[in-house]
């Protein structure tokens, strides 16, 4: 086997065909389709191609293509300029957001602190007004309890009296001290 492979080798050439020597019209047409391109024909001989065709190949890959002025549509760009005032108006936001979260934890911990202070001041008003300091206070400042003798009560069952004598000045003067009491009177109603 090993032969007649090593004779089909040796003999096997370009031009030859194994099996019909019919020309297949349309092989190139399925080669087109199959792969997109065709392969050059067996039988021609390949062009060479020259260092001038390889530059001027190289140069229209190159050249840079020219587009053609286009006018602005208003429209885009209104729609841009909104666009980047939104942005502005989302970054600025977010600043104050950062501003106030720093706010906020600068007073949590002066809520903190006042909470600290106010559970020490707590404890020391509870500790001014603790009877037994009072009394401690008061006996090591000399003060003892009153005697029966020293307590008087004041009868408050009769209703209050009172007379109220002022001279009734005439003339400009005390016109002029009753204006500005009633005017004062008004000042201090509307406060």
Do not use: C, W
């Not at 090993?2 to 096997?12: D, F, L, N, P």
């Not at 020597?21 to 080669?31: G, I, K, M, N, V």
């Not at 001027?56 to 909104?82: C, D, F, M, W």
């Not at 001041?121 to 037994?132: N, P, T």
Request: no cysteine; proline share 3%; net charge negative.
């Amino acid at each position: 086997m090993a032969v007649a492979s090593a004779a089909k080798k040796r003999h096997a050439r370009p031009q030859m065909t194994n099996g019909s020597l019919a020309y297949d019209f349309r092989s190139l047409e399925r080669q087109l389709e199959d792969t997109g391109r065709m392969e050059p024909d067996l039988y021609t001989a390949p062009l060479q191609e020259t260092a001038a065709d390889v530059i001027s190949r190289a140069r229209e890959h190159t050249k840079a293509r020219v587009r053609v002025g286009q006018r602005l549509n208003p429209v885009i760009a209104l729609g841009y300029t909104a666009l980047a005032a939104m942005l502005a108006m989302l970054v600025m936001s977010y600043v104050q957001l950062a501003a106030l979260s720093n706010s906020v934890v600068s007073m949590r911990s002066q809520l903190s602190a006042l909470q600290e202070d106010q559970t020490a001041l707590q404890v020391k008003y509870e500790q001014a007004f603790d009877l037994s300091s009072v009394k401690e206070a008061a006996e090591a400042a000399g003060m003892t309890q009153p005697s029966e003798s020293q307590i008087y009560y004041i009868d408050l069952s009769e209703p209050d009296n009172a007379h109220v004598y002022q001279s009734q000045g005439d003339g400009l003067g005390a016109f002029l001290e009753r204006l500005g009491e009633r005017i004062y009177a008004a000042v201090e109603y509307f406060r």
